[in-house]
């Protein structure tokens, strides 16, 4: 695949546009400007070859499926391919899942089951490091499933709220 | 001088206060949650008592444990470092009646400063300026619409007993006043175990600057010169810097003044702070609060004076006299402070945990790094988001900011997001190079927290993650696609982008 990535770092070919598929190209060490001094399991440290030419050092470490990448200023999280996206039904929006943005407790909650909401009502809130964390709606729609309560112990990704298209259930 | 003393309290404040009193030959006792059973401040004092609990509530806030701890072994004076019970009235009771001696003031000014009605009134008969402000709320008392008559829009709601900016809400229509007063007193009762709030004008374009004071049981008072804390988020402050880019001697003199006649109308007694709202407009400044404890920015002040604030608490809670006089009192240079905080910056600073897989502090001329956390640390959201203060001293501000700048660049951080790419943006803007911004510069430039686009990803950071995936021999589609791990944190991310 051409990615925007591999525009950034290399010069793009000349007749390569950006919607143009690009075979998968292995990268090789040399290539690359990747300068690995130190590393042990799940650990690399190295200096790398920033697109302007000049060399920076990084930090890479291995957290499960997760790739953490440290290069001056920045960090990143690279993950391998998400699972595919489940299957839609034909003609209409997905139902939603409205996840947890941060670990903590929940405070409040503000919708039932069946409320109609508008896209920025407030959802629920949550506790986190001794600060509320309001969530907001999306957008607006119909409360399918509250998972939630009062007191609930919450991570980070979790379901709070199921959101359907207002009209869903009649179609 | 004290022979042992505790501290009660985790994280980098912990850490600090631990050096000082270790540097000044007095045996040190420090109290942990179970999971701070491995943080740096256990492994650094000379004795380390476990509370039993997670939570804030069972351990750090739990006063009965740790004044029987103390007590157990045989400290003569406790440290309550910043937050938890820094400014618990009743703690500073306790520690006296146990017979331990609380490093910080007399349990009737924490009282009289931690009530805002209380202390404003200290303020007007001192003849210090004030904001006007609103009588006390809260659930079930009176209507929203009574207490904002004369205050008028856009307002504050504010907690009684508050800091930090908890249980803090800015207010600009009516019909969100009651939601915002209901939502404030929530957090405030969760955070302070008080839930009375009250609203005040809000000063837009304003700058929040204080002043540290010193004083000594035998009401000697001095100040410490300034300290500007307008970039906030949330009400909290991220950048502090002295000297403040916002005064010149005139209006420093004043509020110096102020601030001292402030500290002596409160009958203060150890290091405190007073905080103003500088109204950038008009030059005119109105007192907010004076903060009973020692600030989290303290270590500015301490670059640009060469003094130690912990040691100076520790002196004058021991009863000695203050060695410093206000003419002894000279700045050298200029001092930064940045927060660094486990936050997206890139989602409205939301809080993030995880294991810190990577933490190297960075080094270098004029460089600090008060730091509560080591590598392999588990970042959890019992407790505050802040993980370390870096601080840069230099012969002037654009020294400290260069200094700043290449400290953040190099400060590797992995396993939690941070909020150094919006320090590194918010230091190289124009407006803080040149020293004209206030309170509401992080919401005026949506740039500074706007979440790079997939074509913003660094691509020597991807291919060093492709090659680090690869040669784990993992790789079995041949087809690696770096996503963000939450689609909530866009700048985690590729979401776009697949490398093969």
Known sequence: ?171 | MFSKVMVANRGEIAVRVLQTLQAMGIATAAVYSDPDANAPHVALADEAFALGGSTAEETYLDRAKIIELAVACGAEAVHPGYGFLAENPAFSRDCAEAGLVFIGPSPETIELLGDKIRSKEAAVQAGVPVVPSSPMWQPGESQPDDISTGIGFPLLVKAAAGGGGRGMRIVERVQDLEPALESASREAASAFGDGRVFLERYIPAARHVEFQVLADSAGNTIHLLERECSVQRRYQKVIEETPSPALNDDLRNRMAESAVAMAKSAGYANAGTVEFLVDAQTGEYYFLEMNARIQVEHPITEETLRLDMVELQTRIAAGEDLSLAQDDIQSSGHALECRIYAEDPYSNFAPDTGRLLAWRPPSGMGIRLDSGVVEGQEITAYYDSMLAKLVAWGPDRQSAIGRMLGALESFPVLGVATNIPFLLRALAHPDFRSGYYDTGFIAKYPELTAAPGPGDINGAAAEIAELFWQTNGNNTSGQVSATPRETQSPWRGLSKSTFP
């Not at chain 1, 509320?132 to 607006?140: A, D, F, N, T, Y």
Request: proline share 10%; hydrophobic share 35%; charged share 25%.
């Open chain 1, 1 to 171: 695949m051409t990615t925007r990535r591999l525009q950034q770092t290399h010069p793009p070919e000349p007749e390569a546009g950006p919607a143009q598929p690009e075979p998968a190209a292995p990268v090789a060490n040399g290539e690359t400007g990747i300068d690995i001094t130190a590393s042990s399991p799940g650990r690399w440290e190295g200096r790398v070859r920033l697109s302007d030419g000049r060399t920076a050092p990084f930090l890479a470490r291995r957290d499960g499926q997760q790739i953490h990448v440290w290069i001056p200023g920045q960090s990143y999280v690279f993950s391998p391919p998400a699972p595919t996206t489940r299957a839609r039904r034909s003609g209409q929006q997905a139902s939603d899942d409205i996840v947890c943005p941060v670990p903590g407790v929940v405070i409040a909650v503000h919708v039932s089951v069946d409320d109609q909401v508008v896209a920025g009502q407030d959802l629920v809130i949550i506790e986190s490091m001794k600060t509320e964390q309001i969530v907001k709606s999306p957008r607006g729609g119909v409360v399918e499933r509250v998972a939630v309560q009062k007191g609930d112990r919450v991570d980070r990704g979790m379901r709070l709220v199921v959101l359907v298209p207002v009209g869903w259930e009649e179609v």
